[in-house]
RNA sequence: UGGGGCGUAGCCAAGUGGUAAGGCAACGGACUUUGACUCCGUCACCGCAGGUUCGAAUCCUGCCGUCCCAGCCA
């Protein structure tokens, strides 16, 4: 399978490599990977990555993935967002089957591994404070002191222990350590904690444990109770590798895994940072973790991005140990292909501008049919409805337009998508200025678009029949930070986009839209991809605009005139 | 002379000694009842400097740049 030449060259990376040959060199039997989430937060972009290299590569050759809560510290962990990220992954696509862990699963085990260590004398009970340990640990160019307490018989450690198992001091008072190497060169090495007393309740153990381990000596162990073969991490995770090495080698673990990592996923103008984003939410930034702006999973897919886009983003994005941050514009386009594949086309006018055809007769209706997708005739065509008055974008019309502008304007003749061709007599305007509606005439003979004569007019645009024109609230989304790189500047908080949501309250869209369910995307023609909000309400839906459709007008309109001041 | 990584086009990224894949973006053009989609075309001497070799992005040496690590977070 994996041999076969035309497979995509994206789809090529060190990981799989590698995997291929242990395969190759019978160092492993099979492929199990895990994907091991904290549940502190929300999955977020980033997650997506990893979760797709893990179940995807355990796919491709045949093997597992466990979904594995990392559930080492009950102050930050909570069971919503094990609730959440859970929904999340298999949102994405993904299915561990009976394969879901947790690393509290494994506390029984992990505490009688610390005491094989203390009896080995591997490990020791450190009294100091949480100061003075940190003040001994040395510096990145200064070694690190020996705590005075190193030399403790492993007895009295092991006592300690217990002691600290059975609730007798407080938070705090003493840790476990690894005795390893104080001057090493890596910091992980110099005598890392192992288990730190926490007084606190955890979501699944509830108050049976006083003291948890560290993610150093949980997540080790656990692949290893696991049978992973290939623990697949961030960069970051690297110098932490000897100290996963370490534990396993000193240990009377069932298998040996390894540890691999890979650069993270960054992307401009957004931030994929679990610690920033729950602050987000915690400020009220955002309305929550899945606000539509958020680049989490909850709130892409509550914007309208398909699983499926993400996927395919991922993929094309790749796999390697470089530090990298991909350009929005990349993810977009992958959203974009998958929508524009499967969203039936619908109209909707987002800034309304009436149009009265001052030729059709008063009171005349009738049904026009419509293509649900150009590129797909088994999607069928529906009727749409079309009047005297009709509302058409606002963006359409120019009393004076530009050499390049070829939509409405008085005297231009322009085609109603799937309707007739109209042409621009004038514009009205109010007692203040304001243009008001614009009076047009049709021509009966083009009924669905085309002239008899074969003329041509220049611009299509898409419209809604006032009579029967569904109200609708549509919201806008821009970049969450101004900026491509957040941050940079030092305050990420002053990078924040204040024109990140703009929100239109009094669109009009055609009434088969009435039936569009939550999560359904369509594209409004000529304007974008978007999806009924769960905000919707019967009788006034709410739209969210997933991301527009490419405007190479606008584009060119900005680099002419006065571009917009990134 | 702390330890560990990484440097291929504006952005991702293949390539593992035989003469630089692919995608995004950009720019031209074709098509068009979405200024969309689709299609065609343009866009790299591989961080720098030496060296080895018939031949180097790939091997060696030195240098430069950049990222991570001093939580009882993960």
Redesign the pocket.
């Known amino acids: 399978m994996p041999n076969d030449a035309a497979e ?3 789809g ?3 990981i799989r ?1 590698m995997i291929q040959a242990d395969l190759d060199a019978g160092r492993v039997r099979g492929v199990v990977t895990r994907f ?3 549940p ?1 937060g929300y999955l977020h972009l980033g997650h997506a990555k990893s979760i797709c290299l893990n179940f995807g590569v355990a796919g491709e050759f045949n093997g597992r993935c466990h979904l594995r809560f ?4 009950p ?2 962990e909570e069971q919503e967002f094990i609730d959440a990220i859970t929904r999340d992954v298999r949102w994405l696509g993904f299915d561990w089957g009976q394969h879901l862990y947790h ?1 509290s699963d494994y506390f029984d085990r992990l505490y009688d591994w610390a005491e094989h260590l203390i009896s080995a004398g591997k490990a020791y009970v ?1 009294d ?3 100061e ?3 003040e001994s ?8 002191r020996d705590s005075p307490f190193r030399g403790r018989a492993n007895a009295e450690s092991l006592d300690l222990f217990r002691r600290m198992r059975a609730g007798e001091f407080p ?5 476990l350590r690894a005795r390893i190497d104080m001057a ?5 090495l110099r005598d ?2 192992l288990y ?3 007084h606190a309740d955890h979501p699944r153990t509830g108050s049976t444990w006083c003291v ?5 000596f ?2 080790g162990q656990s692949d290893a109770i696991e049978g992973i073969t290939h623990s697949l991490c ?9 100290l996963y090495d370490w534990l396993l080698d000193n240990l009377p673990v069932p298998a040996r895994p390894r540890q691999t ?1 890979f ?1 993270r996923l ?1 992307l ?1 103008h957004t931030v994929l940072s679990k ?1 920033f984003l729950t602050e987000l939410v915690k400020r009220g930034t955002v309305s929550g973790w899945d606000d539509p702006r958020m680049p989490t999973l909850a709130g892409v897919r509550r914007r309208g991005v398909p699983p499926a886009a993400l996927r395919e983003f991922v993929r ?12 929005f ?2 993810y ?3 959203v ?2 998958q929508l ?2 499967s969203a039936p ?1 619908r109209m909707g006018v987002l800034r309304p501008l009436k149009l009265v055809i001052e030729n059709y007769p008063e009171g005349k209706t009738e049904l026009l049919d419509a293509v649900n ?3 797909d005739p088994v999607a069928g065509t529906r009727q749409v409805p079309f009047g005297r008055e009709l509302y058409v974008e606002r963006d ?1 019309y120019m009393d004076d ?1 530009p050499k ?4 409405l304007s008085p005297g231009r003749e322009v ?5 007739y061709l109209v042409t621009c007599q004038r514009a009205v305007r109010d007692a203040t200025g304001a243009l008001d509606h614009l009076v047009c005439t049709y021509d009966p003979a ?5 002239a008899p004569d074969g003329r ?1 007019v ?5 419209w809604v029949a006032a009579a029967t024109a569904l109200r609708a609230e549509v919201r806008l989304y821009d970049h969450l930070f101004a900026r491509p790189d957040p941050g940079a500047g030092g305050d990420l908080f002053a990078d924040l986009n204040p024109n990140s949501l703009e929100t239109l309250a009094d669109a009009r869209v055609e009434p088969a839209l009435a039936e569009a369910h939550v999560g359904e995307a369509v ?5 974008g991809y978007f999806c009924p909000d769960p905000d919707s309400r019967p009788g006034k839906p709410v739209f969210n605009r997933t991301v527009g ?8 309109k900005g ?1 002419g005139g006065q571009a917009p001041v990134a």
């Open positions: 995509p060259a994206a090529r990376h060190f490599t091991p989430p904290e502190n990392d559930d080492t510290n102050t930050k690393a450190d100091q404070t949480i003075q340990i940190r640990r040395g510096t990145l160019t200064e070694p690190g938070n705090g008072a003493r840790v090493a060169g890596n910091i992980n890392p904690v730190r007393i926490l948890y381990p560290t993610y150093d949980a997540h961030t960069l970051e995770f690297e110098d932490h590798r000897p990592e650069a960054n401009t610690r094309r994005v790749g796999v390697a140990r470089a530090n990298s941050v991909v350009d514009a990349q977009e386009h992958a974009r292909e524009n594949r086309r997708h150009p590129d359409d337009p390049k502008f070829y939509r085609r109603l998508r799937y309707g083009t009924r669905g678009g085309n041509k220049q611009a299509t645009l898409h594209q409004f023609e000529r304007q459709l490419r405007d190479s007008f606008a584009k060119a680099r």
